[in-house]
């Protein structure tokens, strides 16, 4: 007996969250997302941080759906709608004597897509999101060639989650947005020692995304102005921190990089604030911590939310989680989550196994002031999945409903 589906294809893949060293902020064109400055960003392991997408064709799928975290959203997206279009018309370009995929770009599509980590915690999840769809659909429909400019027009940040380790989005020249595209700078192998610890903080205040956030700076910000002359010298030195895997550089150029788009936020008008004082906590730490180690032990960045994401080398760990502990205490027996946590070497540690905490006594102890703490590394870009990954039943349809929005 024919089952409902039984000409339904499906693929699952993961994609990753990316974070800028170099940050993407202001765009020439809204329409094509198109920058008004190159970015370099570093890809995550999706061990810890990851969309994971099924998308599925079938001849008797009525409509287009998808589904986000189990809850059914509209297809109505311009973005999402220019994704998709994308990807069809690549297809077609490629394949236009092919029968067999012009049927498969006619039939509706289900796209289910889910993330491995809180939704609350505050973590930007649409790069990962929309690099996931696109480089399922172009799996489904059978096309390569450059992914990361569709996935650009998903969310810029996005195009970076194509690839893995260290990347740079080229902002490009042409008017139709063809050369604004990311590439790799070195595989997530390159420098096997950084870690990053991803310090998702308690209040998330309510803020201004980031897409109406830079769409104020741009129309009110004249230190924006000023960022843009600035940033070619930047990419360049951290582009050369990287390759010589030079920490002290790469953790300055990295924090002056978010100070100064933190900048650009307070000189938009109305001003446009992001960090909260447990952010600030976090920054006055890392250069209280970098100032007694006499060279960077940390470097944080943050992005459009008060979460700080801290880099640092693999050996530097214990000593840094204790001292987070110890300004920052929290009786989650899950407090610290992702990898485990090297055995301590021997760095500010004094007699009866106590940190030595005078140097930092300007600051003050806020207990609970974070939720909890991701510990993590450079990781590769997406991957497709096993079938029985897939996030949707045989019939195409959610295998996990959030709620009464999400019908069947
Ligand atoms: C601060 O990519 O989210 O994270 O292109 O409008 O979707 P849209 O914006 P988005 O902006 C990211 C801003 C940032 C910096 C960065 O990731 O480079």
Redesign the pocket.
Known sequence: MDSFTDDAEFITCDSPV???LI???G?RNEKL?LPLNS?I?VTLSQDELRARTTVAVSRNFKEDKMWLNGREQSMKNARLQSVISNIKRLCRKRKSDNDQVNDKLQWKLHICSENNFPTAAGL?S??AGYACLVYALSKLYGVDGDLSKIARM?????C?SIYGGFVIWNKGEAEGGEDSKAEQIVSETHWPDLRVLILVVSDQTKHT???VG?QASVETSQLLQQRLQGVPKQLEKIKCAIQNKDFHSFAEITMRDSNQ?HAVCMDTYPPVSYLTDISHHIIQLVHAINQDNNSNMVAYSF??GPNAFLFLQEKDVPTVIDILHYFYPSSDPNFIRGLQVPAKRDVHVSAGNQVDYTVFSDLKVIPRALKFIIHTQPGPGPTVKDSDCGLLTKDGFPLNLNNANGKI
């Open positions: 990316n974070i800028a940050k993407y902020w765009k997302i970015s960003s930007a649409s790069a998903g969310s810029g940040s996005a970076r995304g980031s897409t830079m788009l992005d459009a």
